[in-house]
């Protein structure tokens, strides 16, 4: 038996080299502010050729969504496989102890404990890099942030000096190592938060360099790049002046001129043949990025046990709301030709809690003890992709909370006692928190009739731009009670943490005590946009 004991540890240690080299690859393509309409690939009026390509060779999802639409809360998500509300973030923690009505916004983060999917997959063989806007991490504005890390307190806005700009060089080598803090393997081209003047332009080129670097460094073993381009951040008028500032970078404004993608000159030049203008240049601009990684993995043979995920952050007419289109409704393409159906279309309910699950399952590693994940492996769906993995999905972004189910949409808004009480006393702080981006409902005031309600009910087969509210309706009372019955299951998910009559206790509020709140609201969000 002592003589068979060597043989045996050889062919254990080829059967676990063998199934390590199974582990797929895994690219996460996440585009900033993206509504889903604006792809070719979902009927859009744009040039996104890669794109297109990707559906060919993958699966284009119907009905993707993300759980909160901003850009912390969502990406949390992303790095984590948790809702924002399930973030035990400090400076989270410290606003809404536990036993408090949460309002999930940019008050997440990472969590130093590195329960997320780089730390994760890099414990477990993996390099993980990072590659572009990062915005889950802690504020310049923070001393003890800039202390740990030895940054410069660079103020947006500012007139360019040669001074600045060594020291938006110096800060972003810090926030390499602050992003390989959290886990990583690898960090490289990272803008900490959104672009700011006087280095407010977009450069694809900057990290498109980055990612194909990871990708050659790292070609002999498995390995997961969260790839995040600035694109398509807007108002659509600042990627055609980007285009004319191809020096300007995360980095500072550098001295060469970077060629990662094809020639800038190029994008307006394919963009006026196909007889469009410059609102579309960021697509076409954002496609070419993609397209660079897809040809890197095909020249490096790479492509055909790579994962290659696209998809937004959150959508951008509605941004800040809990509405399906323009909201939380992304575009979503995957593409793994191993692994996966080709060419067709899923019309399954998924959510950016999903994601983690699935690339933990494919990269045969186990959850860790201790670490909370919210959502479900889509691995069933690349094979059998109309069977439903999930019933409903889930979204939360400040004080309200949704669920989608493939027929119908219900929101609830349900205010605490402070945000009560502070818009009663006409507290102006209260006011702008709550018609911004972090209130729940934000943008969707001009678009919405009934924004500002505290149930709201919509047939998505009938009323798919909900605008026609069913709450109140007797004839939809069982539809009501049946989405409400869903929102209770899922709030129960979140320990000590109360919502309005659903979970009662600490600083919530039941629904239907504050219409005069709604009101003053409603009047604060018009006067705010008649001011723009």
């Not at 972003?172 to 006087?198: H, L, S």
């Not at 550098?254 to 094809?262: G, N, Q, R, V």
């Not at 209770?488 to 320990?495: V, Y």
Request: one cysteine or more.
């Amino acid at each position: 038996m002592r003589l068979l004991l060597p043989g045996i540890a050889v062919m254990l240690a080829l059967t676990a080299n063998l199934c390590a080299a199974k582990r797929p690859n895994i690219i996460v393509f996440l585009v900033d502010d993206y509504d889903k309409h604006e792809t070719s690939v979902y009927g859009g009026k744009v040039l996104t050729p890669n794109l297109e390509r990707l559906a060919r060779e993958g699966i284009t999802f119907n009905n993707a969504h993300v759980t909160s639409t901003v850009c912390t809360p969502s990406r949390y998500t992303f790095l984590t496989g948790r809702y924002a509300g399930s973030s035990y973030y400090p400076e989270y923690l410290a606003l809404f102890p536990p036993g408090q009505q949460a309002l999930p916004a940019f008050n997440v983060g990472l969590e130093e404990d590195n329960m997320n999917i780089g730390a994760v997959l890099a414990k477990n063989g993996y390099a993980t890099g990072f590659v572009g806007k990062f915005h889950v991490g802690p504020s310049l504005s923070d001393p003890a942030f800039r202390s740990k890390y030895g940054l410069h307190d660079v103020q947006k806005n500012t007139p360019f000096t040669e001074k600045l700009n060594r020291q938006q060089f110096e800060n972003e080598k810090q926030f390499r190592r602050a992003v390989r803090d959290y886990g990583f393997t690898w960090a490289k081209n990272i803008y900490w938060d959104n672009t700011k003047a006087p280095f407010q332009s977009h450069n694809p080129e900057w990290t498109t360099a980055a990612a194909v670097e990871f990708i050659e460094e790292h070609k002999s073993r498995p390995f997961y790049l969260h790839y995040c381009t600035t694109l398509l951040h807007g108002p659509n008028g600042a990627w055609h002046k980007s285009l004319g500032q191809p020096k300007v970078t995360g980095e500072g404004i550098i001295k060469e001129t970077l060629k990662a993608m094809p020639a800038r000159s190029s994008v307006m030049e394919r963009i006026e043949k196909a007889g469009l203008s410059s609102n579309e240049a960021g697509y076409l601009w954002m496609d070419d990025s993609l397209g660079v990684l897809l040809d890197k993995l095909d020249e490096l043979k790479l492509s055909d046990n790579t994962v290659v995920l696209f998809i937004a952050d959150h959508g951008s007419g509605n941004k800040g709301s809990l509405y399906k289109a323009k909201g939380t409704e992304v575009p979503c393409i995957m593409r793994w030709p191993k692994g996966m159906m080709a060419g067709v279309r899923s019309d399954q309910l998924i959510q950016n809690t999903d994601f983690v699950p699935t690339w933990l399952e494919l990269a045969q590693t186990a959850i860790p003890a201790g670490y909370k994940v919210d959502g479900v492996s889509l691995k069933p769906l690349f094979r059998k992709p109309g069977s439903p993995v999930r019933e409903y999905v889930y979204q939360e972004i400040g004080a309200a909370r949704s669920i989608k189910t493939r027929d119908h949409s219900y929101i609830a808004l349900r205010y605490t006692g402070d945000q009560v009480a502070g818009v009663r006393d006409n507290n102006r702080r209260h006011l702008k928190s709550m018609t911004g981006l972090s209130g729940g409902v934000s943008r969707s005031i001009t678009t919405h009739p009934h924004a500002y309600s505290g149930d709201q009910l919509y047939d998505l087969k009938d009323d798919p731009d909900t605008q026609k509210n069913l709450a109140s309706q007797r004839r939809h009372a069982r539809t009501l009670k049946h989405m409400q019955d869903l929102l209770i299951r899922e709030l129960g998910k979140f320990p000590q943490r109360p919502y309005g009559e659903f979970f009662t206790g600490g600083n919530s509020i039941g629904g239907g005590s504050y219409a005069d709140v709604f009101e003053t609201l409603r009047k604060a969000a018009s006067d705010k946009k008649k001011k723009k």
